[in-house]
């Protein structure tokens, strides 16, 4: 298989994932939830926030608070503490519609669910499609 063929099947097994993680995510809570189950079939050990930790090196571990944020990190086999460490973040709660409190519409014979954007969408970058 050529290296073309190779770099296009891993961008579409990526885009793929992406895509299922997305579909079983469609709010923090879901978003949250996916990634725990990813962690730990990764080895990642949960912890409570709340506890004291014992941590070692060469271990994986995350934690979650509310059920909508969700922290995980490792420890490498040559850390020692004030050698620093590095951080990736991102975050589960922005842009989504949420279900109004009052939401049901009927229009044109059609009951609907009103929603509300929570987050700030970037939807002018739609408005050529």
């Given amino acids: 298989m050529s ?3 190779i770099s296009t099947l891993l961008r579409s097994t990526c885009a793929k994932e992406c895509l299922s993680f997305i579909n079983s995510s469609p709010s923090p809570f ?4 996916t990634c725990i189950q990813k962690l730990k079939k990764s080895g990642f050990q949960q ?3 709340r506890d004291t ?3 070692e090196r060469e271990k994986k571990y995350f934690f979650t608070r509310n059920r909508t944020t969700i922290i995980a990190f490792a420890i490498g086999g040559k850390f020692n503490c004030g050698n620093g460490f590095q951080v990736v973040a991102a ?3 922005s842009p989504h519609p949420k279900i109004k409190p009052v939401s049901a ?3 044109q014979g059609y009951l609907q669910v009103g ?3 929570y987050g700030g969408g970037l939807w002018h970058t739609w408005f050529d499609r």
């Fill in 105 to 107: 519409i009927e229009s």
């Fill in 30 to 33: 879901h978003a949250v939830s």
């Fill in 3 to 5: 290296e073309i063929a």
């Fill in 47 to 49: 912890i409570s926030e």
């Fill in 91 to 93: 975050h589960t709660d």
């Fill in 53 to 55: 930790w014992k941590l």
């Fill in 115 to 117: 929603v509300e954007l």
